[in-house]
């Protein structure tokens, strides 16, 4: 399946290839201040790719706090953050926001909470190798 996702103006986008094809989409809504903030709730498909691209660069930046092992694209033209991406052992992975979707039946999404609090900066990385997208390309 692929899914199309984009920031509210677009400027940036992305494609994410989803393999197997899902019945339903994880859509983790991080309690993290940051994420409760602006409503960020994340998806992602280990065994998928995904594709990024941005009209602009000039108007995306980067935003890390906490442990500074993850950046969150946003898009400084509509503020949305379609992205977020970490960068491990020379390798990218990546999250992207469920609001930013395009064309996904919401009944699809498994909507749950997620809590990170207290996991160790090793922990995190191992959980995000795991988990998030690993085959990701900016363009």
Known sequence: MLIPGKCHCGNITFELAWKPEPTTIPARACGCSFCVKHGGVWTSCPRGSLEVKVKDPSRVSRYEFGTKTAQFHVCSNCGIVPVVTSVIDGRTYAVVSVNALEGVDPAMLSRSPANFDGEGE????????????GDVRFS
């Open 122 to 133: 090793a922990s995190r990385l191992e959980r995000r190798k795991r988990n998030w997208i």
